[in-house]
């Protein structure tokens, strides 16, 4: 990858959000890594209300499932799958903040990145702890490039997104919209058909979100520049 479009490392709380919220930009980003938080089972199997909703009858058979939905869809937009053993809240099992943040840190030190995104946190109690992770790590690996993404079905909600800007400002951490850095040979339309065909392969989620409920995802992406610092203004935009 050259110089002008870095690798990027992009912090997916489960195994959709990635794509359902960077999809376009992934299709101008090839190799990059996508590391799925939560995307390990339970210890036990269990039947819960979403994996129901999805067609599952179980835990174990949902993430299988979603396993190989991500492993398609991801290979549709070249990038390279990283997963993390952690189980989502769906069943019962949250990591620490800490024990997360180690796991993170960990992860991208042994990547070749050097452009990371994380989650911006929107109203899932497993975002907003992946959120809360990566806020911790930041100042440690401050010499990388951070970007947070809006969340795609999420961020329509009302007051989410200036509620978790005000709470990075509280934390020392200044946002700035903006865009990382992409491979502009890549056309508009070519982006979002590329999109458009990995989102389609999360077939047990988007049945579960109904077809009224993931409209969100084919809306534009929207990316804040992450600094622990003021820069100056012409810092601030990447990929121009």
């Known amino acids: 990858m050259s110089e002008t479009n870095p690798r990027l490392f992009v912090v997916s709380p489960h195994f959709d959000d990635a794509v359902f919220s960077c999809g376009a930009l992934l299709a101008t980003s090839p190799d990059a890594a996508v590391c799925t938080v939560f995307a390990a089972p339970p210890e036990h199997d269990m039947c819960t209300e979403w994996d129901t909703k999805a067609g599952f009858a179980g835990a174990y058979e949902s993430v299988h499932a979603r396993t190989i939905e991500d492993n398609h869809a991801l290979s549709v937009l070249d990038a390279i799958p990283v997963r993390l ?5 769906q069943y019962l099992d949250s990591p620490s903040i800490g024990k997360l943040a180690a796991a ?3 992860t991208i030190y042994g990547s070749t990145a050097n ?3 994380m989650p911006l946190g929107l109203f899932h109690s497993d ?3 992946v959120f809360d992770a990566c806020c ?3 100042p440690r690996l401050s ?4 970007f947070a993404y809006e969340e795609a079905i999420y961020r329509p909600m009302a007051g989410l997104v200036q509620q978790r800007l005000i709470d990075l400002a509280k934390r020392g951490i200044v946002a700035t919209p903006a865009h990382p850095a992409a491979d502009h040979t890549l ?4 982006q979002a058909l590329m999109k458009r065909e990995a989102i389609s392969a999360y077939t047990s989620q988007l049945h579960a979100f109904g077809p009224e409920g993931y409209a969100d995802v084919f809306a534009g992406e929207r990316y804040w520049r992450l600094d622990t610092v003021r820069r100056s203004a012409g810092e ?3 990929g121009s």
């Open 85 to 89: 053993p952690f189980r989502d809240a």
């Open 136 to 138: 911790e790590i930041l």
């Open 143 to 146: 010499h990388l490039t951070w």
């Open 115 to 117: 452009t990371l995104l």
């Open 104 to 106: 993170l840190e960990e």
């Open 236 to 238: 601030h935009r990447l």
């Open 187 to 190: 056309d508009c339309e070519r």
């Open 127 to 129: 975002h907003r702890l």
